[in-house]
């Protein structure tokens, strides 16, 4: 973990903690001087505070509420496994029974990402939070062979799988054909992303849990608002960054969305017991490719929003705060749906009105929706959703 992200330690030299007034502050959060156990409890408090609705006295004796939180093994994610491990911990100490019970599940992206985190470290999650289920699927699972609803059917706008009846394609070579068939790196890491969270609310309601814990710091959410607008998917914000139901059918929550990633990298190194050896190393890592052509408009943003962090924080904050005032458009549930995200674009409105063309003289019949049926931002990605199948 680059030191970069720590808050300001030796403006906490000589200082005493703001809040218990008796120890020597070890960093300063915020103009705030803390001692180490002050920000463990700010950090936890910050949390567990988004987690009011989850509390014991509003879960029954009889039934166990779920909650999936997928693990990337980035510090965020990580954090958010720890503080509420401990936070179930308590809750049992204290009242013979928890809130709500944990799946933990892991993504592998490893067939379409070289920086996926290593296998290993799935173990040592394991071994380290054996209180919880943990799950790990391969991404190419939600690529369907025979087009269920709940999955993505590649021959819907991909004419090479379409064509490959002769020759049957397990999932992984499906996938391949997707990640060649991509003009960009921007485009395949939006794809991945898509994919990605398509599967991991499918799983959730599979476990028959009630919400998604995502592990998006105020950081991250800043740099999603303006990824997500550039890519031409802003009208998706409202679930993207905000609590509530998803289009999924299934809520989304975002218990770190008031914590800085510079305090959880701080948090990660005085977190007792310790898990940053679990932190996949490149994860964190805000440094440019070499090559332009590697670079995606995600990139760009996790970049600027890092260095902003530093010494504007207020920034950040802001970009989450203003984004949250969104409201999702009513009548989610009904409607179109995009074929790759499947966010809702009712009444023919697929995404912003205007941008990439007519896009809404595209929605007609049913048989012009078999060539279409694509929100812009995947259109962009996703070219050969425009193409028309045989």
């Known amino acids: 973990m680059s030191g970069k992200h720590l808050p300001q330690e030796s403006a906490a030299a000589g200082q005493t903690c703001r809040r218990c007034r008796t120890a020597e502050a070890s960093l300063v959060v915020r103009r705030e001087p803390l001692c180490r156990d002050c920000f463990i409890k700010y950090v936890h408090t910050k949390v567990i505070k988004r987690m009011e609705s989850f509390r014991v006295r509003f879960s029954g004796v009889d039934r166990s509420r779920k909650l999936l939180l997928p693990i990337s093994f980035g510090v965020s994610s990580l954090t958010l496994l720890h503080v509420l491990d401990h936070h179930l911990s308590n809750q049992k100490d204290r009242t013979g ?27 040592l999650l394991r071994d380290q939070f054996s209180d919880h289920c943990c799950t790990t699927v391969s991404l190419s699972s939600i690529l369907a062979s025979d087009g269920t609803s709940s999955e993505v059917d590649l021959r819907e706008f991909l004419p090479a799988v379409a064509k490959a009846d002769a020759q049957p394609l397990s999932a992984e070579q499906r996938l391949e054909y997707l990640m060649k068939s991509l003009p960009s790196a921007t485009a395949r890491s939006d794809v991945i992303s898509v994919l990605r969270t398509r599967l991991i609310a499918k799983i959730a309601g599979e476990k028959g849990c009630e919400g998604v814990l995502w592990g998006d710091c105020t950081t991250r959410l800043a740099e999603k608002t303006l990824a997500e607008t550039a890519k031409g998917r802003g009208f998706s914000l409202p679930w993207q960054v905000i609590d ?41 890592s805000g440094q440019p490719s070499a090559s332009s052509k590697n670079t995606t408009i995600d990139d760009l943003m996790k970049q600027y929003f890092e260095s902003v962090e530093e010494n504007y924080p207020s920034i950040v904050a802001n970009v989450v705060r203003t984004t949250s005032k969104l409201q ?12 790759l995200c499947s966010m809702p674009v009712t009444n023919g409105n697929f995404g912003i009105h205007g941008w990439g063309g007519n896009q809404q003289d595209s929605v007609g019949t049913s ?11 995947c259109t962009r990605s996703v070219p050969q959703a425009t193409v028309l199948l045989p």
Not at 109 to 121: C, G, H, W
Not at 266 to 281: C, G, K, R, V
Not at 367 to 377: A, I, K, Q, R, T
């Open 97 to 123: 029974r928890t809130g709500f019970e944990l799946q933990v599940l892991f993504v592998d992206t490893s067939a379409v990402e070289r920086a996926s985190p290593e296998p290993q470290l799935v173990s």
């Open 244 to 284: 509530g139901e998803s289009p999924y059918g299934i809520a989304f929550n975002y218990p770190l969305q008031d914590l800085l990633k510079k305090e959880l990298v701080a948090h990660a190194n005085m977190a007792n017991p310790s898990f940053s050896s679990l932190i996949h190393q490149s994860s964190g």
């Open 328 to 339: 999702a458009p009513p009548s989610q549930s009904t409607g179109q749906r995009c074929k």
């Open 367 to 377: 048989s012009e929706l078999s060539g279409n049926g694509f929100c812009y931002g």
